[in-house]
C-alpha cells in the first residue's frame, strides 16, 4: 500500500529565503507525482506534475525534484514571499491508475 | 472562466438525509475523480470516472454512488448521512485516466449535525 510522507508538518521562513519542502514515498512503482498548493478553505491548484521517467520540472521560482529509486521528491521555493503561504501537498499515481495518493502536508508561513 | 466547479459550496444537514454534490468540467477531459478531505486535511480518493464508466472505487460504502450523465459531469448522492460523513468533498478531472495532471474544484464542506 502507497504511503506519502510528508517533512516537515509546518515551517515558518522570513520573506526572502529558499526553502525546501520534503516529500517520500513508500512504493517506487509510481506514474507520476504532482505538487500541489491549497489555501485555507480553498481548492488545489497545481504547481508541478513530475513523470516517473523525469528528475525535475521548474516553474518559475518553484523547482520540484524526483529521485524514484529513494522514493523521493523535494520542492524547492526560491525567494518565498508572503504569498506563498499555504499548505503545500504532494501526491503520487500509481502505473496504470490515476487516483493520487497524498502526502499529509505542509503548512508554510512566509513571514514579512 | 472555472474550469472544474462544484455545487454546493456549502451543505449543512442532519442525520439520515439524503443529499447530491455536483461538479463540472469545461476542460474537455475524459476523466473525473471525487476525493474526500477528513478533518485532519487527509485527502484520499473515493471514485474515478472515465467516459462516464467507474474505473476506481476505493472501499467507499455503499451509501455513495457517483453518477456520471455525461463526461462533463461527475455527481455524488449520498443516502442515509452520517456523523462520521461531515468533510470536504473534493471533485478533479484529467485529461485522461493514466498519469495526466488533475485540476481540482474549490470542495464542498459538508457537515452532517
Known amino acids: 500500500k502507497q504511503e506519502v510522507t510528508q517533512i516537515p508538518a509546518a515551517l515558518s521562513v522570513p520573506e526572502g529565503e529558499n526553502l525546501v519542502l520534503n516529500c517520500s514515498f513508500t512504493?517506487?512503482?509510481?506514474?507520476?507525482l504532482q505538487w500541489f498548493r491549497q489555501d485555507p478553505g480553498k481548492g488545489l491548484t497545481s504547481l508541478l506534475l513530475?513523470?516517473?521517467?523525469?528528475r525535475e520540472q521548474t516553474s518559475g521560482r518553484l523547482n520540484a525534484s524526483l529521485d524514484k529509486s529513494s522514493g523521493r521528491s523535494t520542492l524547492y521555493i526560491a525567494a518565498s514571499q508572503p504569498g506563498d503561504s499555504a499548505t503545500y501537498l504532494c501526491?503520487?499515481?500509481?502505473?496504470?491508475?490515476?487516483?493520487?495518493?497524498f502526502g499529509t502536508g505542509t503548512r508554510l508561513t512566509v513571514i514579512p | 472562466d472555472t474550469a472544474v466547479s462544484q455545487t454546493p459550496k456549502y451543505l449543512v444537514t442532519q442525520m439520515g438525509n439524503d443529499k447530491s454534490i455536483k461538479c463540472e468540467q469545461n476542460?474537455?477531459?475524459?476523466?473525473m475523480y471525487w476525493y474526500k478531505q477528513d478533518s485532519k486535511k487527509f485527502l484520499k480518493i473515493m471514485f474515478s470516472?472515465?467516459?462516464?464508466?467507474?474505473?476506481i472505487n476505493e472501499t467507499v460504502p455503499n451509501r455513495f454512488s457517483p453518477k456520471s450523465p455525461d463526461k462533463a459531469h461527475l455527481n455524488l448522492h449520498i443516502n442515509s448521512l452520517e456523523l462520521g460523513d461531515s468533510a470536504v468533498y473534493f471533485c478533479?478531472?484529467?485529461?485522461?485516466?493514466?498519469?495526466?495532471?488533475?485540476?481540482f474544484g474549490p470542495g464542498t464542506r459538508l457537515t452532517v449535525t
Open positions: 478533479a478531472s484529467s485529461q485522461t485516466s493514466v498519469s495526466y495532471e488533475q485540476y
Open positions: 512504493d517506487s512503482a509510481i506514474y507520476n
Open positions: 513530475i513523470q516517473s521517467s523525469q
Open positions: 501526491a503520487v499515481s500509481l502505473t496504470g491508475a490515476n487516483n493520487l495518493f
Open positions: 476542460l474537455g477531459h475524459d476523466t
Open positions: 470516472y472515465n467516459n462516464k464508466e467507474l474505473i
